[in-house]
């Protein structure tokens, strides 16, 4: 593994409080792309704000953002900072954004797992998590997941309902789901922690975020490093 972000993160730790040094270095460590989320099309920010939030929360590190007619504006005063924390990956450069989010995630190993009351669904609490890495579909919050990632889905996954409301808001799904999933990742045994190199390149990253003015710093390792 390349040292050098190892070296520059050492540097730059000096620079922030023991008991932020102290949170970057546990949260790292619980951080996961075993589980990853997919929003498509959400419109209502409070809805946008409140699945980030959850995601940061359980420890989701990428969320994926598809952008076929809304654009993706979440409210600050919902996320409570969160997506300073996670990876945001946008996908609005396409006529179909849907296909070319599902078409990356594929290429990066995960099964697609479309949460739907698809009469294919399993409930979430038979879903397997040890047969490799999830992407999570949540879609719109009218009409659900679209065609094509119905289309598309290795699975769909439907919550238990024991009410009259047909289905539950996006963001209350996303946190019930990701709340089921992570807990079976903890007691299956499960490789869910992220590559040595990851962990580094994060804990950078957010180092980077806390520190003032760290460009300057950072010429000064740059300098000190030869």
């Not at 390349?2 to 520059?8: A, C, F, I, S, V």
């Not at 969320?63 to 996670?86: C, D, F, M, Q, R």
């Not at 963001?171 to 789901?177: E, K, L, N, R, Y």
């Amino acid at each position: 593994m390349d040292t050098y972000n190892q070296d520059l993160y050492e540097f730059l730790k000096q620079f922030i409080s023991e008991e932020r040094l102290a949170k970057i270095e546990a949260i790292t460590a619980e951080r996961t792309r075993y589980i990853t989320v997919a929003v498509e099309d959400i419109y209502q920010p409070h809805n946008a704000s409140a699945v980030m939030r959850s995601a940061e929360c359980f420890g989701v590190q990428d969320l994926h953002v598809i952008e076929n007619k809304n654009k993706y504006t979440p409210s600050k005063e919902i996320t409570k900072g969160a997506s300073n924390w996670l990876t945001l990956h946008h996908y609005n450069g396409e006529g179909n954004n849907t296909l070319a989010c599902i078409r990356e995630l594929k290429k990066q190993g995960y099964r697609i797992i479309a949460t739907t009351p698809h009469e294919r669904s399993n409930m979430l609490h038979d879903i397997d998590v040890t047969k490799g890495k999830m992407a999570l579909f949540f879609g719109t919050e009218l009409d659900g997941i679209s065609e094509e990632v119905k289309a598309e889905a290795d699975e769909f996954v439907r919550i238990p309902m024991y009410g009259f409301t047909e289905s539950f808001n996006i963001s209350v799904s996303a946190a019930i789901c990701l709340y089921e999933l992570r807990s079976k990742l903890q007691d299956h045994g499960v490789k869910w922690q992220l590559s040595e190199e990851e962990i580094v390149q994060l804990k950078l990253d957010w180092v980077r975020k806390t520190i003032h003015k760290v460009e300057l710093i950072e010429e000064e390792f740059k300098k000190r490093r030869g």
